[in-house]
């Protein structure tokens, strides 16, 4: 994590015609370049009007520019902003001058990467940055403000603290080799460490709804051919964007798309039919349903309800559960429809996709469904990424590995490692990384200029 020295720019919005477009700049250079550039320094954080002239004494632009002393920076260096006029060639040339003037190109989020390393975030907070750009729904974007104002990294501090005093207390004795851990300490440990690993595995749990937040809900559309499956996607997307067609078994293989409901994001999935007695390609297209079917989230069950009650098949029934299934008994416009099995046990609805009757009360449900996923730690809105669950996990596999050690009555010195471990694994989450290539992936998903 050496000292930085090199002066880094880029564009910060997307290339492209625009109202502005914003180019920014961070490094110990900043401070004299922003007075070559413009013959002044300004206010810092105060905007100032100004004829951006290239070194050669061209005019380019008349921009907006604002400096940032260090520390109050984004990267907590000194830094520059430049809002141009939106011209993808106006933005090159100023970019093309910093570069003249001693910047270099910066790479995918080394803005980000710099305020990590300045200590101006945390790394959980440097991924709430990223989260924010992709927020595509009001519960993501909530999320991600909160991780950005320090959730995650609070909840860690509160586990860490914890551990850290479990640490002393086994460290303690092992400056005294003769001497073991008297039974009530033993006890008390015990019941510390309990607390950690019911806590760890509370930060755990949201990591299914972190996947809903950051994908969308995946929400399998399953039936019979024929059933309906592809007229209710369109009718919830809003436009034809399945192939809706009299002839069962047309959607072979599956179709995707994101919608909001509500505070959600939901990706829905409609799937091949579910032939009893399928063709060769049909049969694809099932395995290809079962493979939707293990990653859903949420099942819309759509029944042709003008047709006996169909039996699903084993496998998928098995994945199907009161908590993330819907039953929707489709069609409910036509005479011979019958109303919603009373016997099914799971959410049942009549609806019909053709005339759009029932789908508001469907959308209604399924926004309480997608609530009922949210997991809740303390009053704080917490959903982990991959990354913190790895991170947790190993933590966790340490700390139970230290509660059998002392179960076990093994010597204190073994449970002192273990314990040193846990706190390496929670020590990752909100940063302490000096590994050069899990920043370095961790930050190439960023953009540019972020
Ligand atoms: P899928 O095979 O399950 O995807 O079914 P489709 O959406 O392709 O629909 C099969 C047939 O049923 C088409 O002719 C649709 O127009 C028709 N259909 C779908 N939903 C309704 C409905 O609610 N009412 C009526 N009357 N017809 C429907």
Redesign the pocket.
Known sequence: MGMVKENIAALATPVGASAIAVIRCSGPATNSMTKAIFGELPTPRMARHADYCDRGGKLVDDVLFTFFEAPNSYTGEDALEISCHGNPYIARRILEDLIERGCRPAEAGEFTRRAFLNGRLDLSQAEAVMDLIHARSERALAAANQQLRGALGREMQRLIARLVGAIAQVEAYIDFPEEDLPPEDRGGLRKNLEEIRRGTEKLLATGSYGVMLREGIRTVIV??????????LNRLVGHDR?I???E????RDYLEESITVGPHLLRLV?TA?LNASPTLLERKGMDKTMEQAREAHLFLW?IDSTRPLPVLGSKLADLMTPANTIALF?????PESMPAAAEVSITRLS?????GHGVDELVDRISTFADSFQVEVGDEMVAINVRHSSALQRGRIAIEAAVSKLAANEAVELLASDLREALDSFGEIAGRIDNEAVLDSLFANFCIGK
């Not at 039936?223 to 209710?232: C, M, R, V, Y």
């Not at 069962?248 to 959607?251: A, I, K």
């Not at 609806?351 to 005339?355: D, F």
């Open positions: 039936g019979e051919p024929n059933a309906g499956k592809s007229s209710l399945a809706v067609s009299p069962p078994g047309t959607t409609d039919g759509v489709n069609k409910s416009d036509l609806i019909s996709a053709l005339t």
